[in-house]
Structures are given as structure tokens and as C-alpha cells.
């Protein structure tokens, strides 16, 4: 799996669409029934519209990645501006539960965060949100019983599959380049 080049661009602008994946009966007397299209993960898709300002020879490397990716029909990891967290804070654990309090953790059940623990000896991992207390507790299960209580270290990656949709290349001058693309979420195993 390709992953788009870490090349710094400075976004100029860009637009985010979401589009849920729902399927709508509408009944002669009014009524309507919505229902959410395919496996819970995979229901709502994001769309990117990206503008990207870069050097011309930078422009070279997105666009023959873009190439490549046209030709093989592959898609690629990619973290939107904005996406994905790192916070701070403590945690506890009794027994496989470890409770994380975070001010405004921002996280999702089932989402999958990479945590430190940064003091006291529980093991660092990947963990799965198993359940949310508040806007600012939540409970992942660790692999082994313990008593322990720290500080910690979450990130929750905001990178994802795409597809580009395709790209336009502008060199408005000398050495500079402008790359617009759009972005599209793909979900493959």
C-alpha cells in the first residue's frame, strides 16, 4: 500500500464533503425509512478538494505519485489537514480495565488509539476504545490484569485510504507549482 509523499505543502485552501452512506424508502403516506448502506466503519466516506502550493520539483514527485497510482489503480494513505489527535493525561488501571481521563478526549467507541504510558508500568500498545464515560473519560482493556497509575500519551492517527479523482498541475511562475486534487475515501481491507 502506497503512501502519499511526506512532503510538506502549505495548503492553500481546501474543502471536506462527507457523504453518509444511507438508503432511503419513502412510502406513499409520507412516511420515510432510512438505513445506514454496508458495515458500520465503512458508512460514512469523506471527499478532499485540495490545493497544495509547492516547489515545482515537489509538484514533479505528487504528480508522478498521482501518476502512479491512476496506472495501477491503487489506493493510498493519506492524513487530511486537521485529522487525527494527540493528547495528554492520567490514567489508572484495576484488574484488564485502564480508565484514561483526558479534558475533552475527542475520541470514539472503537476507535483505535496508540497510547504511552509515559509513568507507571503498564504496557504501551495499540488499544480499542471499549467504552465512554464522558467528554473527558473513557476505558480501553489492557492484555494483562494489574494495578497501576500514571501518565499517558494518546494518538489517534488521522490517516486514511483514498483515491485521487483526479488532479490539476499549475506552474504560475519560476520554480513554483500548484497542485489541485480531489480526494476521495476508499475503505479495503
Known sequence: MATFPSISPTYTGFSKSTEPAVR???FADGFEQRIFFGLPSNQ??????????????????VDA????????????????????????????????????????H????????????????????????????SDNVFTVTAASSATNSGNVSITLSGAQQF??????????YNNRARISATFRQVFEP
Open 65 to 104: 505519485f498521482l501518476t502512479s497510482r491512476a496506472r495501477d489503480q491503487a489506493s493510498f494513505t493519506f492524513t487530511p489537514p486537521g485529522e487525527g489527535l494527540s493528547k495528554t493525561g492520567t490514567y489508572s488501571q484495576s484488574g484488564t480495565t485502564v480508565t484514561i481521563t483526558i479534558t475533552n
Open 44 to 61: 460514512i466516506m469523506k471527499r478532499y478538494n485540495l490545493n497544495f502550493e509547492l516547489s515545482e520539483t515537489e509538484a514533479d514527485i
Open 106 to 133: 475527542g475520541v470514539a467507541l472503537n476507535d483505535v488509539l496508540t497510547i504511552d504510558y509515559t509513568s507507571g508500568s503498564a504496557t504501551d500498545g495499540s488499544f480499542t476504545v471499549a467504552s465512554i464515560t
Open 24 to 26: 432511503t424508502v419513502r
Open 163 to 172: 483515491v485521487c479523482e483526479g488532479w490539476k498541475k499549475d506552474i504560475p
